[in-house]
């Protein structure tokens, strides 16, 4: 890539000194960054091998409804109203894996699929097969909050601009940039209508379209689906309540985040895109309003959100029962979320959200094998058995999984942030040129990261390594000198600013103990109990390895060890011994990688000898490190 992603900047010593977070982030294209070896390497590995394969044999119902739209006579069922976004999504998917590991055979059969979705699409430009198929109105004023035609559509947006960005073809693009356009037109158009499509998602793909295309009416639609809630401009079909689709109040009247979980965490993606891409004050306080309520008071410690079951819907504050709803598709979107959230406010807390959900909660949702997953997430189960439910999420949580890469990194014209620590390498393009990295660590196993640049452009540029806020103990080498004190910039990271040659090697390492944590009083179904947390990894305790016995009071000295990984072990884990009061042995192991040698009970909070309420100090908190008191 050249200097020109920067354009308009001149490059000027003010870029230097102006403070680090004033300078507008981005992150990499999913060419720019290669996943190798490591923690992440096998997993996305297994998703080219395993998951993509598999994943065809639940794309019958779109295939056979976009032949259908395309005229054909087609024998067995049909999709149903928001299916098509499964298919996008697994283009998407498909996309990341073409950019880590080409294969012509799989690209054509994608190409194929392109010819039918262009030859789907309206001569107005909708694109919708169910919709066609089924003789429905598109955008139907009577049912504008469940036929998902925004939601369709901004998967296909997302699935073409990745595609698109991986092989450099249009094709798709253009289908989407039509159907895009045909939006436009039907609600911001000579004759248009105000509305919105009830389950959010095309806010933030056509932010995204506009960052793209540079075309403003994307900008303006986006806004305006924005700007509409909370005015009375959608007729729910049923008894739903409006909070369901955000659509209570309007946007600068919505305190907290509500309703539908999936929905609603879509809704704040897009919410904060819009304030990246406008510099809008309201966005930002309002995705700022959204973020508290998410992250701060309704975040499980394994980085789900929704706990209710009732329309899938986020609780109250704390309202956070072990055993709630816990949707994956949730999850995948508060990665996205803390993702905008970080871009947006350049603080390392959010990326430490970011890292908590995608350890844990996302990569729970696939199972080590890469084909079956989970639908919800819950903390605590009996027998809860993977299925190969072909609903939302399997496609939602494979193109999180594999993004893995592009949410490690963040550039500045002068400034290559890593925000997660992913083995690999990645080219980041600065104002004034390249810079290659190359980044060695066995995390989140062990702390140590070393990061090399091979290739630096001439001049001073800043390199930011965020310290996770697990880690309370760290040392940093440049060169093979240590950094002392630690560089830290304030806002969670630890920045080094200079002149660099290419070979210059910095090695981070952080202290890995195993931790016990203990929840904010007010979420009463952790009261009395701890979780276990080494590095980013949140642990549990499954039956299988406890004699089918999760009944136990963790000892006040649990005399924690910390095993070494065996390959032939779920993959490698790092397992946890613990002793409980009654002198048993317990075993842990990553929360992630539960439920993979059949159906087991499993428990991430455990009773705590000794454990006592300690209301004080919380300081907005929901979860922090926990030690026996008197100690
Ligand atoms: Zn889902």
């Avoid at 430009?125 to 598109?138: M, Q």
């Avoid at 959230?341 to 080590?368: C, I, K, P, T």
Wanted: net charge negative; charged share 20%; aromatic share 10%.
């Amino acid at each position: 890539m050249s200097c020109s992603v920067w354009p308009g900047l001149a490059l000027a010593a003010s870029i230097l000194s102006a403070p680090a977070w004033s300078q507008p982030q981005v992150l990499l294209p999913a060419t720019a960054v290669r996943v190798e070896g490591g923690f992440w390497g096998p997993r996305l590995a297994v998703i080219t091998e395993r998951t993509i394969p598999h994943s065809w044999a639940y794309m019958g119902w779109e295939l056979r409804a976009l032949e259908k739209a395309n005229g054909r006579e087609v024998t067995g069922d049909l999709n149903g109203t928001w299916g098509e976004a499964n298919l996008y999504k697994f283009i998407e998917t498909i996309a990341y894996s073409l950019a880590r590991q080409p294969d012509p055979a799989l690209e054509q059969r994608v190409d194929d699929i392109v010819r039918l979705v262009a030859g789907a699409q309206r001569p107005d430009g909708y694109v919708h097969a169910y919709i066609t198929n089924s003789g429905k109105p598109p955008w139907d004023p009577e049912f504008l909050d469940g036929a998902h035609d925004g939601y369709v559509l901004g998967h296909l947006i997302e699935a073409a601009l990745e595609y698109h960005s991986v092989t450099g073809k249009t094709a798709l693009l253009e289908v989407a940039r039509r159907a895009a356009d045909q939006a436009w037109e039907h609600f911001l158009g000579p004759a248009g209508k105000s509305g919105f499509c009830g389950h959010a998602e095309l806010e933030m793909a056509l932010v995204e379209l506009h960052r793209e295309t540079g075309e403003a009416r994307y900008l303006d639609l986006a806004r305006a689906f924005v700007e509409w809630r909370g005015r009375g401009v959608v007729k729910p079909a049923g008894p739903t309540p409006r909070a369901y689709f955000q659509d209570q109040v309007p946007l600068r009247e919505q305190v907290t985040l509500d309703g539908h979980a999936v929905r609603a965490i879509f809704f704040a993606t897009g919410v904060a895109d819009l304030a990246l891409a406008t510099g809008d004050s309201d966005y930002r306080l309002a995705a700022n309003r959204f973020w508290d309520s998410a992250a701060r008071r309704r975040m499980y410690v394994t980085g789900s959100v929704g706990s209710r079951a009732e329309h899938e819907a986020f609780g109250e504050d704390y309202e956070l029962p072990q055993d709630g709803y816990t949707e994956s598709c949730a999850a995948c979107g508060l990665a996205d979320f803390a993702q905008r959230m970080l871009l947006l406010e350049r603080r390392a807390e959010y990326a430490d959200v970011l890292e908590r959900v995608l350890y844990n909660a996302v990569l729970h949702g696939l199972a080590l094998d890469g084909t079956t997953t989970y639908y919800r997430n819950p903390l605590s189960d009996r027998e809860h058995p993977r299925d190969n439910c072909w609903v939302c999420c399997p496609p939602n949580l494979s193109r999180t999984v594999l993004q893995a890469g592009r949410y490690a990194y963040a550039a500045a014209p002068a400034e290559v942030t890593l925000n997660l620590f992913v083995a690999g390498t990645a080219t980041v393009a600065l104002a004034r040129g390249p810079v290659s990295l190359a980044v060695a660590t066995a995390y989140p196993w062990e702390g140590n990261v070393q990061v090399t640049l091979t290739a630096v452009p001439a001049g001073e540029f800043a390199l930011n390594l965020r310290l996770p806020g697990w880690c309370r103990e760290a040392t940093l080498q440049l060169n093979g000198t240590a950094v002392v004190p630690l560089p830290r910039d304030g806002r969670g990271y630890l920045r080094l600013a200079r002149s660099w040659s290419a070979g210059d090697r910095v090695d981070l390492q952080m202290a890995m103990p195993v931790e016990r944590l203990e929840a904010n009083p007010n979420v009463q179904s952790c009261s009395g109990r701890v979780a276990l947390q080494r590095g980013p990894l949140v642990y549990g305790f499954e039956g299988v390895d406890n004699d089918g016995n999760l009944d136990a009071v963790l000892a006040r000295d649990p005399q924690f060890q910390v095993e070494a990984p065996q390959p032939d072990r779920l993959g490698g884990v790092v397992r946890i011994k613990a002793r409980a009061v009654d002198g048993r042995t317990l075993v842990a192991v990553p929360f992630y990688a539960l439920a993979n040698r059949g159906a087991s009970c499993q428990e991430v909070w455990l009773r705590q000898d000794g454990w006592r309420p300690t209301p004080t100090w919380w300081e907005g908190r929901l979860y922090r490190p926990w030690t026996p008191p008197g100690e």
